[in-house]
């Protein structure tokens, strides 16, 4: 038999092979060592002043040392349909002297005499305006009436010439009629400082 001039390859095209020339490799992609993360957490806060729903403001300085004690409140008016979620708040003791301030929750209809601070704002800043707040924030100095309808729930002590933030992120919550009021009980010793009230908060329609 004549010998023929073909010589067999050196390596074989199975299928892979096959598929290999072709462009297509069939085994599984191992995944990339980095990906990507495509979601975006959007705190609460800002999702509520987005719909013009987040609110801060402050009292005005308030005297210490005035005969009396000061206090400065949160409050959720009685029929306003609306939940506050209280988000921060923040107590400035402008005195030499540390101040002692109580935390108390009660019924909004117990705070008398106070003035309702026109400080307060949406937190969605615009030209077409959000909503005015349900909420007010009201505060007084030198009084001898202490609102009786609730608890003190904390009590702190604010250094001298010091800001003192509080977060709540929203776990503080009052329904119509009720407040969270912070007080600055009588002092023996005269002071002649100030202090000041800052709170931010959101407001939901109340449902059931």
């Given at each position: 038999m004549p010998?023929?001039?073909?010589?067999?390859?050196?390596?074989y095209y199975g299928m892979p092979d096959m598929y290999?020339?072709?462009?297509y490799f069939p085994f599984p992609t191992p995944p990339a060592a980095d990906t990507l993360n495509r979601h975006i957490v959007t705190p609460y806060a800002m999702a509520m002043a987005s719909q013009c729903r987040y609110y801060l403001g402050q009292t005005d300085k308030m005297p210490l040392g005035a005969g009396g004690c000061s206090y400065a409140a949160l409050a959720n008016p009685a029929g306003s349909g609306v939940?506050?979620?209280?988000?921060?708040?923040?107590?400035?003791?402008?005195?030499?002297?540390?101040?002692?301030a109580q935390i108390w929750f009660g019924a909004t209809k117990s705070i008398v005499g106070a003035k309702t601070s026109n400080q307060v704002s949406p937190g969605y800043v615009q030209l077409s305006a959000c909503p005015s707040a349900h909420g007010k924030i009201l505060f007084a100095s030198g009084s001898a009436d202490i609102p009786r309808q609730g608890v003190t729930v904390s009590t702190r002590i604010l250094p001298a010439m010091t800001t003192?933030?509080?977060e709540k992120g929203g776990h503080w919550i009052l329904d119509p009629g009720t407040a969270v009021m912070v007080l600055l009980p009588a002092r023996g010793e005269s002071d002649s400082g100030e202090w000041l009230f800052a709170a931010g908060w959101w407001e939901q329609p109340v449902f059931g």
């Open positions: 010998s023929t001039s073909y010589t067999p390859p050196s390596y290999m020339q072709m462009g939940q506050l979620y209280i988000n921060e708040f923040v107590l400035t003791n402008f005195s030499a002297q540390p101040q002692e003192v933030p509080s």
